[in-house]
């Protein structure tokens, strides 16, 4: 299993951003089973959970980012998103998307977002 997540860039406040994890070397079946989540770590912080995308679809958020980013699935693509928007300098870090299968879990690369005030 590898995960490719892109999308990172650098914004302004007030923008948006897509995120997106891609599945690789992952049956179909596994892929709609699995829950997903995306993490981030800022400069000088702990990795800190972002969202989480549950097997049957149910979404959870941070309470920093609530209402500002969402996440979604594409199944015909293997895909995860998170859009976010809104952003604030606060969300500056590297992104993570992390999968769990089984007992197993799997990590993405990291893409990094950057947003200036």
């Known amino acids: 299993v590898q995960l490719q997540a892109s999308g990172g860039g650098s914004v302004q406040a007030g923008g948006s951003l897509k995120l997106s994890c891609k599945a690789q070397r992952m049956i179909w079946s596994t892929f709609v089973q699995s829950p997903m989540a995306w993490y981030r770590q800022a400069p000088g912080k702990q990795r800190e959970l972002v969202a989480t995308?549950?097997?049957?679809?149910?979404?959870n958020y941070r309470d920093s980012v609530k209402g500002r980013f969402t996440m979604s699935r594409d199944n015909s693509k293997k895909t995860w998103y998170l859009h976010m928007n809104s952003l604030e300098p606060e969300d500056t870090a590297i992104y993570y998307c992390?999968?769990?299968?089984?007992?197993?879990?799997?990590w993405g690369r990291g893409t990094l977002v950057t947003v200036s005030s």
């Open positions: 992390n999968v769990e299968i089984g007992s197993q879990d799997y």
């Open positions: 995308f549950a097997s049957g679809g149910t979404t």
